[in-house]
């Protein structure tokens, strides 16, 4: 059984990790438990390295996101759905979800950390959310993991992020150049499949800052 210094030492560990992709202080407090000056004292002694800026409170940001925005959230919600369904606790599944999703696209990344874990607070109602209001579905047209709100029901005909990726591909400039060649989308859809796409973004306005 984990001593009370395993768990502090895992905080610890946690929060080196969240520091290091970016998130802030209070993202950091509300996953590691660890008070807020700690992590301050610990990770940030020049006070001018706290990232700063008001995160995001709620879910409403990702129905109002562009498509590529709402593609780079289904990412990172389905592989951190994937990761909890194998057993790992929140904190771990969300590292390493947004480890993937930054693996699978170059920078600028789109979404923020904190970004990322707001979105994964309102899919298992954990952390800023006391119910879950976003849930991980399968598209019945293109099998590809997508986001949607809680009671939704995936059905045929009803296209999903990725199949509108596809439709609008050939006459979308933006998206043409966040997937410069058409063989990068089929392996999009395809990694998505298995909770992970491989995609190009380079679009700097497209760019998350919350």
Same mark, same amino acid.
């Given at each position: 059984m984990p001593t009370r210094g395993d768990r502090h030492l895992r905080a610890v560990q946690q929060a080196?990790?969240?520091?290091?992709?970016?998130? %802030?202080?209070?993202?950091?407090?509300?996953?590691?438990?660890i008070p807020p000056r700690q992590i301050q004292s610990l990770f940030f002694p020049d006070v001018l390295s706290i990232p700063r800026g008001r995160a995001p409170d709620s879910a409403d940001w990702y129905y109002g996101a562009n498509l590529i925005m709402r593609i780079d959230a289904c990412v990172i919600g389905a592989k951190y759905q994937q990761l909890r369904d194998q057993g790992l606790?929140?904190?771990?599944?969300?590292?390493?979800a947004y480890r993937a999703y930054q693996a699978?696209?170059?920078?600028?990344? %789109?979404?923020?950390?904190?970004?990322?874990f707001n979105l994964v607070s309102y899919i298992e109602g954990i952390w800023l959310a006391s119910t879950?209001?976003?849930?991980?579905?399968?598209c019945q047209d293109c099998a590809c993991k997508f986001i949607a709100a809680v009671g939704t029901v995936a059905q045929r005909g009803q296209p999903c992020p990725f199949c509108k990726l596809f439709e609008r591909f050939h006459v979308d400039h933006r998206i043409q150049a966040s997937y410069p060649i058409r063989t990068t989308l089929q392996t999009t859809a395809s990694h998505l499949r298995r909770l992970g796409?491989?995609?190009?973004?380079?679009?700097?306005?497209?760019?998350?800052?919350?």
């Open positions: 080196k990790k969240l520091t290091a992709l970016g998130a %802030r202080l209070k993202t950091i407090h509300l996953i590691t438990g606790i929140p904190g771990e599944a969300l590292i390493l699978t696209t170059l920078p600028p990344f %789109r979404i923020s950390l904190d970004r990322a879950s209001a976003l849930s991980i579905l399968s796409p491989s995609h190009h973004p380079s679009v700097e306005s497209e760019r998350d800052i919350p």
